[in-house]
């Protein structure tokens, strides 16, 4: 199996501005993120940008760097610009690894890109893994997954999805003895080229824009997503200062 990984940075994060650049263990973030994709099979490794800042740095460490357009409002629509930028072939596999995600296992990186190798009726693959606390299951910030039983996603929300009547109406809620049925999604997402080709060029849509998740665009056009659960449950993304903290003593550690 085949597969490439683009990594979006950009600069002009709204709640740690500089993020990829922001240094864990004496590198930039984003160059930890990197080295894990090199840990991966993946047969070409792209961090995509639009910032100078972070094109001059990321050069220094990684063999190809491709500079995009700071029009872009999602790290889909940059990944369809490298695609187009290096002539990526209609079925090749594209893992869009966020420049976030230091401690994104270089195994879930392989397991999304086979998860949509392995299923030729889904456009898109992503992971989730289980949610055992009431108060994740009612965060905001952690989105949920509802999958059928064949794994492919029914719906994303950051509500309380699936909701337990007679348990989670209760004050305080509780979490349900029965089997587990509360995944978090994991932002990490493998596409092929001409589906993101028509992606971005697909009107956005109602749930897209009420619940903020891009990934209900897709659902709500008829594609498919497998969402099977993560071999390796990964260590935290970066969205705050607090998070590079807590990222920055595990990678210590």
């Not at 002009?12 to 990197?34: F, N, T, W």
């Not at 999958?147 to 007679?166: E, H, N, Q, T, V």
């Not at 594609?223 to 935290?236: F, S, T, Y």
């Amino acid at each position: 199996m085949a597969f490439r990984i683009v990594i979006p940075a950009r600069y002009a994060s709204v709640r740690l501005p500089g993020k990829p650049l922001r240094e864990i263990g004496g590198k930039p973030m984003l160059q930890h993120v990197y080295e894990k994709a090199c840990c991966s099979s993946a047969d070409e490794i792209i961090i995509a940008t639009d910032d100078q800042r972070i094109y001059d740095i990321a050069s220094t460490f990684a063999n190809k760097v491709c500079m995009t357009s700071d029009q872009h409002t999602s790290g889909t629509e940059r990944l369809a610009e490298v695609a187009q930028q290096y002539n990526f072939a209609d079925n090749d596999i594209i893992v869009n690894l966020q420049g976030d995600e230091p401690l994104m296992p270089e195994s879930c990186i392989e397991q999304v890109a086979d998860a949509l190798h392995q299923n030729k009726e889904a456009q898109i693959a992503t992971l989730c893994t289980a949610i055992d606390s009431i108060e994740d299951v009612f965060d905001p910030n952690i989105v949920k997954v509802v999958r059928d039983s064949k794994d492919f996603a029914l719906y994303f929300s950051r509500a309380p999805i699936p909701w337990y009547r007679g348990k989670f109406d209760q004050t305080p809620a509780q979490m349900p003895d029965e089997a587990h049925l509360h995944y978090r999604h994991i932002g990490l997402y493998a596409y092929r080229a001409a589906y993101i080709r028509n992606y971005i060029n697909s009107d956005k849509t109602l749930l897209e824009n009420a619940e903020s998740l891009e990934q209900l665009r897709a659902l709500w056009h008829g594609d498919r997503i497998i969402v099977p659960v993560a071999n390796d449950i990964p260590g935290p993304g970066v969205d705050t200062e607090e998070d590079l903290q807590k990222v920055s003593v595990l990678i210590a550690g």
